[in-house]
C-alpha cells in the first residue's frame, strides 16, 4: 500500500513541476502570472493576446496597470505588437497589471 502512496505522490510532483510556468519576459508580483504573445485586438480598455500556441486571452485595463518597454501608455498599443502581460490567473474579468512590450518575436 505504501508503494502506490508514493508511486502516486512522485507522479503528481512531476505534473506539477511541468504545468510550472516557465521564465518569462518580465517578473511578475505575487499571485500573478505572465502570459506572452501577439496582441490579435486592441480597443479602449480591452486587450485580446496570442501566444501564438493556440491560446488567447481577454485583458482589461486596470487602474494601476502599467505599460513598459517599445511603449509607454495603454494608449500606444496596437495590433500586432509582442507583449508580456502580468495578470492574476483566477481573476475574471482578467485585469492587465503591468505591460511590457517587446521587439516582435519570428
Known amino acids: 500500500m505504501r508503494k502506490i502512496g508514493m508511486g502516486w505522490a512522485a507522479a503528481f510532483a512531476v505534473a ?7 521564465a518569462s519576459a518580465i517578473e511578475c508580483e505575487g499571485m500573478q502570472r505572465s502570459f506572452e504573445g501577439e496582441l490579435q485586438k486592441v480597443k ?3 486587450i485580446v493576446v496570442d501566444n501564438k500556441k493556440g491560446d488567447k486571452i481577454k485583458f482589461t485595463e486596470h487602474a494601476s496597470t502599467t505599460v513598459a518597454g517599445e511603449k509607454a501608455a495603454w494608449g500606444d498599443l496596437k495590433k500586432g505588437d ?3 502581460v ?7 474579468p482578467r485585469s492587465a497589471y503591468k505591460v511590457e512590450v517587446m521587439p516582435a518575436k519570428d
Open 86 to 92: 502580468c495578470s492574476k490567473m483566477l481573476e475574471k
Open 16 to 22: 506539477t513541476f511541468a504545468a510550472a510556468p516557465m
Open 82 to 84: 509582442w507583449v508580456a
Open 44 to 46: 479602449k480598455n480591452t
